[in-house]
């Protein structure tokens, strides 16, 4: 599992990415899919801390973690400008849907844990449920001005949720 360059990736954003997991932990407690999102500003201050509500809402579009983020500051009127600085942490890699929601939102930083690759193993996915095969990287990278992207980080940490679920939810 590869880990990210050490300048870019940091202790706080170590300590905001595990937040991210422990929501992802929360998720699945509740009967959900095991992923987590949280949005930090410059700042620090958390705008929004969001688990995955695809089990309890059966919405495979905007019940995932980074869609239940988003919406949260979206309905708090955050300002934009304020979230140009801000980072989300997310504990699997944004699907294709979710990276275009994160740059339509202005977020100017993502930091994930586990590659789609790794989620992909771990559901144990054939081509027919794999889903989109397009990275965060590539969907971002195709923007005029693309957040940065780190990840995949912490992996390992990152699989805790997700250890038994797939298999359990078959």
């Known amino acids: 599992m590869s880990s990210p360059d050490p300048q870019d990736f940091t202790a706080e ?7 991210a997991y422990r929501a992802a932990g929360d998720a699945r407690a509740r ?5 987590g999102a949280v949005v930090v500003d410059a700042a620090g201050e ?3 801390d969001a688990g995955s509500t695809q089990g309890a809402s059966g919405d495979g579009t905007l019940a995932h973690s980074e869609m239940n983020a988003l919406g949260s500051i979206i309905r708090a009127g955050i300002p934009r400008e304020r979230l140009e600085g801000s980072t989300i942490y997310s504990s699997g890699e944004p699907c294709a849907m979710c990276s275009a929601a994160i740059f339509y939102g202005g977020i ?3 930091v994930y844990g586990l ?3 790794a989620i992909l193993e771990l559901r144990n996915a054939r081509p027919e449920t794999a889903g989109l095969s397009l990275s965060c990287r590539a969907v971002l990278e195709s923007a005029h001005r693309p957040p940065t992207v780190i990840g995949p980080c ?3 940490e990152g699989a805790v949720p997700h250890r038994g679920y797939w298999t359990e939810a078959a």
Do not use: I, K, T, Y
């Open 13 to 19: 954003d170590a300590f905001w990415l595990r937040r």
């Open 31 to 35: 009967g959900d899919r095991p992923f």
């Open 46 to 48: 958390v705008l929004a």
């Open 108 to 110: 100017g930083r993502v």
């Open 115 to 117: 590659s789609a690759g």
């Open 154 to 156: 912490l992996e390992e």
